[in-house]
């Protein structure tokens, strides 16, 4: 038996002026109430009320055991308020992860507005294009884009991004615009090998079969192991890249690249926010899933609508094959 319950107890036999009628105040049976009563008084050594056939009245001892009991209880519903507010309050250090590029360009500015509205919130941002464990590395949320194969973790979409290609306006106006996938082999190919990975690009063969897939194998012009900088390179003039499209919006944007050929995309790739349980979720992952939820949800939204027409004109041949996969 819990000690501060049987001082509960106690305080609810004189209030209510008898056994039967505090076990009803407390949901239990008479019986009960009258031996954790008997419990409580063996345990001080002393007589707490004095029962007769019409009536219970404390004892000396009993009333100022019950102020005592009384201030208790008062102090431990007071203290466990505060601590139920203080609970409901997102503060402290809130560990997030996510890929790289997506990242710097829309999970830091995001995060950036949720700090600036919950300001007990600290954070820290991992930026990596490895999927990080959630547990292991001691973090509370990830941003994740594609497949998810941990069934533990839970998920909630947040949209989507496509694999599109993009070129500079000033290569399409010196070697023309590909007008369909096969225009490819007329270009120069920049390409982004972070790991070892197929030198090939993979497109839909139609847009009604989104099954089988048609496949450019690469020899690129330009290699590189990095995003960014193989996007500066498209930038510069140096050939056609495909990247995911949130790794472009601003370029689009501006003007600075193209997007080509959005007919033959292959559909796009999920992106998920991910946390590793539901259950006593402290206040701030609860806030930052909320707010991340809704912020990159119109952030995605405004990244599949990002295109801008290609431009004009063909191009001498190239040095790349073309075949068609299932």
Known sequence: MDRLDELAVFVAVLDSGSMAAAARRLHRSPPSISRILAGLEQRLGARLIDRTTRRLAPTEF????????????????????AATHEADQPAGMLRITAPATFGRRHVAPMLADFLARFERVRATLVLSDRNLDLIEDGLDVAIRIGTLTDSTLVARKVGSVGRILVASPAYLEKRGTPRSVRGLANHDSILIESRPVAREWRFASGPHDREQHQVIRLTPRVLANDVEGAIAMARAGLGIVQVLSYQVT?????????????????????VHLISTCTSHRPAKTTAFLDFAANALEQRLQVISRSSNPPAPAMSPPGNHEIETRQ
Not at 62 to 80: C, K, N, S, V, W
Not at 254 to 269: D, F, K, M, N, Y
Request: glycine content about 4%; overall charge negative.
């Open 250 to 270: 601003e370029e689009l944007s501006a003007g600075h690249l193209v997007r080509l050929l959005p007919e033959a995309e292959l559909p796009p790739t999920t």
């Open 62 to 81: 009993g009333r100022h055991f019950a102020m005592q009991a009384r201030d208790l209880i008062a102090q431990y519903e007071a203290l466990t308020q």
